[in-house]
């Protein structure tokens, strides 16, 4: 085993900026900020560093393109390594995908909900965790608590979400609180504006 397969102990030792080895960072801001990117950076430098052994992804991001231009997306488009264990969501995105029906929205946020929810258990311990878009599977309930569940135990948690412009409609205010309650829950929120 290499040196570090426990995992860190400084948390002033930073995985990529502003993302410690230790603790929970939640990274957020609007479209194409670098939220994706930077999760999947520290991911990378977090294997090369401590292994795999441990590591698990919960990937929550739908793909949305608008105007030509990707939203968003998964973990993967950045080169990251395999690891123990990634759950993947084939995620719908709820608002552009309703095409402004608000009962459809809600429908595909609880689909999104029940689908997540067999991710959470089939999840295995983890020593570190990273997670992408992890408002997707709470703008039904605005309940992140699988999400607390899914990390107990890890020391390391490094996850994403959109802070922006929601506009408005059940979906998106449901998404709001569940931006409230992961920032709570995190030790640190670092807000990427795109410049840096």
């Known amino acids: 085993m290499p040196d570090g397969e426990d995992g860190p102990t400084d948390a002033s030792d930073a995985l990529a ?3 410690p080895a230790t603790g929970r960072t939640l990274l957020t801001g609007p479209s194409n900020a670098g939220k994706t990117r930077r ?4 991911l990378r430098e977090y294997v090369d560093r401590y292994g795999r052994t441990g590591v698990v992804v919960l990937d929550f991001a739908p793909t949305v393109v608008r105007d030509g231009t990707v939203l968003g997306g998964r973990l993967d488009r950045f080169d990251v390594p395999r690891v123990a264990w990634t759950g993947t969501l084939v ?3 709820p608002r552009a995908g309703s095409g402004g029906d608000q009962k459809r929205a809600i429908e595909l946020a609880r689909a999104n909900a029940r689908n997540a929810e067999r991710l959470f258990d ?3 311990p983890a020593r570190a965790v990273f ?7 709470f703008q039904a309930t605005g309940d992140p608590s699988p999400l607390d569940a899914a990390c107990d135990g890890a020391s390391l ?4 979400a959109f802070d922006g412009d929601l506009g408005e ?3 998106s205010d449901t998404e709001r609180t569940a931006l409230e309650r992961l920032t709570d ?3 640190r929120r670092v807000r990427l504006d795109g410049s840096g």
């Not at 999760?39 to 520290?42: E, G, N």
């Not at 997670?131 to 599977?137: E, H, L, M, R, Y």
């Open 122 to 124: 089939a999840a295995p």
């Open 169 to 171: 409609g059940p979906v």
């Open 39 to 42: 999760t999947a950076a520290a």
């Open 185 to 187: 829950w995190v030790d």
């Open 17 to 19: 900026p502003r993302v």
């Open 131 to 137: 997670v992408n878009d992890a408002t997707i599977p």
């Open 157 to 160: 948690v490094v996850a994403n």
């Open 91 to 93: 995620a719908h995105a």
